[in-house]
Every structure is written in structure tokens, then in C-alpha cells.
């Protein structure tokens, strides 16, 4: 009984230090393999993203700059294009495009919120009552001499004029922000810098 006793003790320790060792390789090859957004090969570490920021106790749709790097990385701008709008009772034209100019240093380890809330409401034509989009989005940004260009996951959102009403990541792919032809082509030698 006692053989019996032992080898059964035995096998769960083996079992409990394969499953320990195969949870810490997995572990270290998505640490190793990861490449999230604004992961950069020459290790600057800056991350765009669209989330949320309060706004004179409202919420608003905004640009986060997450710079997690020792380097300042210049921000440029956002770009944003709105397809699939539906609006009603605009005061204006809908462009369903609009840059907005950043030019703003992000410190290294620090965030930057941007609100995007008039951007998008200028893009859509101003509408005064409800409406909702796909949003599409690129910042562009420059660490040392190099430019980057960052394309944005697509979001769709339900506004009611300057309010948001909710923002949901799209589920399908919505096209790529930099290959539409209506859409200015930028590089550092077009980029509008004082």
C-alpha cells in the first residue's frame, strides 16, 4: 500500500511541474512575441489608442498617447474618416474627414489625452440630433529623425451632437485609412512643422 501511496504522490508532483513548466513557456513566448500596436523595433515603446476621457464631468471620445519609452516622441496629428454616417439635421457639409493637429511632446512614461469629440462632430456636418459612424484613424508621429504612421483599430460610435453615446470597437475589418484615395498622402517632407 505504501508503494502504491508513493508513486501516486509521485505522479501528481510530475503532472503539477509539467502544467507549472508549460504555463511559464507560454507565458515567456507571448512576452517574447508580442507586437501590440506602437511596438516599435527600435524600442520606442508608444502606444495611440481611442478610449475615453472625462470632460467637464461628460465623457468624451479621446486620443490616448501612452509613451512607455526614455524617449520624447513628437506627436503630429490624428487623421479620422467616418464612413457608413447616418445623420440627420446637419448645419453643415459632412466631410467625413478632418485632421487634427496635435504637435505635442509626450514625456517618456508619461500619457497625453486628446479629445476628439469636436473633430468627429465637424465631420460628420455638425448634426444636432443623433447620429453614428465608423471611424477610422491614423496619428502620426516622430521619435528622434524618424516618422511613424500608426493605423488605429476602427470604432463605431453613437453620438448625440458633442455626446457620446457609445463607442464599441468594429467587429470586421473597415479598410485601411492610408490607402483611400480621397485622403492627403503625408510624409516628413509635406508635414507642416514651425
Known amino acids: 500500500m505504501t508503494i502504491n501511496l508513493n508513486w501516486l504522490t509521485s505522479t501528481r508532483e510530475i503532472a503539477l511541474l509539467l502544467v507549472t513548466g508549460a504555463v511559464f513557456l507560454s507565458l515567456l513566448r507571448l512576452r517574447r512575441g508580442k507586437s501590440g500596436p506602437g511596438k516599435r523595433s527600435n524600442g520606442i515603446d508608444f502606444y495611440p489608442t481611442i478610449g475615453f476621457a472625462w470632460q467637464d464631468s461628460f465623457k468624451s471620445v479621446a486620443l490616448l498617447l501612452a509613451n512607455k519609452s526614455g524617449a520624447h516622441v513628437w506627436t503630429e496629428e490624428i487623421e479620422i474618416s467616418l464612413q457608413e454616417l447616418a445623420a440627420e439635421e446637419q448645419t453643415s457639409v459632412a466631410s467625413c474627414h478632418e485632421v487634427h493637429e496635435i504637435r505635442q511632446s509626450v514625456s517618456p512614461r508619461d500619457l497625453l489625452s486628446i479629445s476628439l469629440m469636436e473633430t468627429i462632430y465637424n465631420a460628420a456636418g455638425r448634426p444636432q440630433r443623433k447620429y453614428s459612424c465608423l471611424m477610422l484613424s491614423v496619428v502620426r508621429f516622430k521619435v528622434g529623425e524618424k516618422w511613424f504612421e500608426e ?35 503625408m510624409s516628413p517632407a509635406s508635414l507642416r512643422l514651425k
Do not use: E, H, W
Request: cysteine-free; charged content about 25%.
Open 151 to 185: 493605423q488605429l483599430p476602427a470604432y463605431r460610435l453613437k453620438m448625440r451632437g458633442l455626446t457620446v453615446a457609445s463607442i464599441r470597437p468594429a467587429r470586421k475589418s473597415a479598410g485601411n485609412l492610408r490607402n483611400q484615395d480621397n485622403l492627403r498622402a
